[in-house]
């Protein structure tokens, strides 16, 4: 089951977050457009499945579609609604990968790759997924989450480069994910330092409180988002490349001198007490 998943799950994730266009999203309401969307989705699952389980990508198509209908014709561009779609786009994976739980394995992928590989490629699926989650899907979160606070304040106030803001943030949560994955997580202290020492340094007055607090409620809700991915991602990897457990330390046994049965300690002289007690012997 877990294979299915995680292989359906990574193709959702590059259909919705990396190969769905600004163009695609702008034009989405078009049906055709939609269903190009839905088909991208599609032939993704099917390519990293690596067979063609048409139970699978038929029931991934008409589920994606209905689900991507209700959002964009029935519902308004918030963090709810947002939410909303990816938990129901998540619970149809989780119970097509209980439905199919050896789909993924059945595939090329898997029967092709030699003893050992195909849990590099999950592996590999786990690390894509999370890197998606953390970075381009983190900064659609940060967004819609501090919208409300952007209309308080006005866009004219913290103007800056056009797409500045969000590459910065897809800096600093790659940053933190990758911080983590190497276990450095002292780094991340100096990066939030770093980040508020530049950033603060714009605001020159009291008077602009409201962009400080805005600054400060988009850095730790984009920080606190990373680490969680980052963590859950590691987790993942470590389920199907679990890290190698540290070799015991050797075992040392001392000899001490032979004793009389029942009798008194014998009296050794000085090399014959060298002999018997410095013996050791590692196993």
């Known amino acids: 089951m877990a294979e299915t998943l995680v292989t359906i799950l990574t193709a959702h994730l590059l259909g919705d977050f990396i190969l769905q266009t600004g163009w695609i999203i702008k034009h989405k ?69 209980y439905l199919f739980p050896d789909a993924a394995k059945s595939g090329w992928w898997y029967t092709a790759l030699n003893k050992g590989l195909p849990d590099w490629y999950f592996a590999s699926l786990c690390f894509v997924s999370g890197l998606i989650l953390a970075v381009p899907t983190g900064g659609i979160l940060v967004g819609k989450d501090t919208k409300p606070f952007m209309k308080e304040i006005g866009e004219d106030d913290i103007k800056g480069l056009e797409k500045g803001g969000q590459y910065i943030g897809w800096l600093e949560r790659f940053l933190v994910m990758l911080l983590l994955m190497i276990n450095q997580p002292t780094g991340i202290g100096f990066l939030i330092a770093a980040k508020s020492i530049l950033r603060f340094g714009e605001i020159k007055n009291t008077h602009q409180r409201k962009i400080a607090e805005y600054i400060i409620i988009g850095t730790f809700f984009s920080f606190g988002w990373a680490l969680l991915i980052a963590v859950l991602t590691q987790q993942a990897i470590h389920y199907w490349l679990p890290p190698k457990k540290p070799d015991p330390p050797a075992a040392t046994v001392l000899l001490a001198p032979p004793q009389n049965f029942g009798g008194p300690s014998p009296h050794f002289t000085h090399d014959e007490r060298d002999i018997a007690i410095k013996l050791q012997m590692d196993i």
């Open 29 to 97: 309401r078009h049906v055709g457009v939609l269903l190009l969307h839905v088909a991208i989705v599609t032939i993704v699952s099917y390519l990293l499945i690596g067979a063609f389980h048409w139970q699978i990508l038929v029931f991934i198509f008409l589920m994606h579609f209905i689900i991507d209908v209700i959002k964009v014709y029935l519902m308004s561009d918030s963090l709810v609604s947002f939410l909303c779609d990816q938990c129901a786009h998540l619970s149809v994976l989780i119970i097509l990968a």
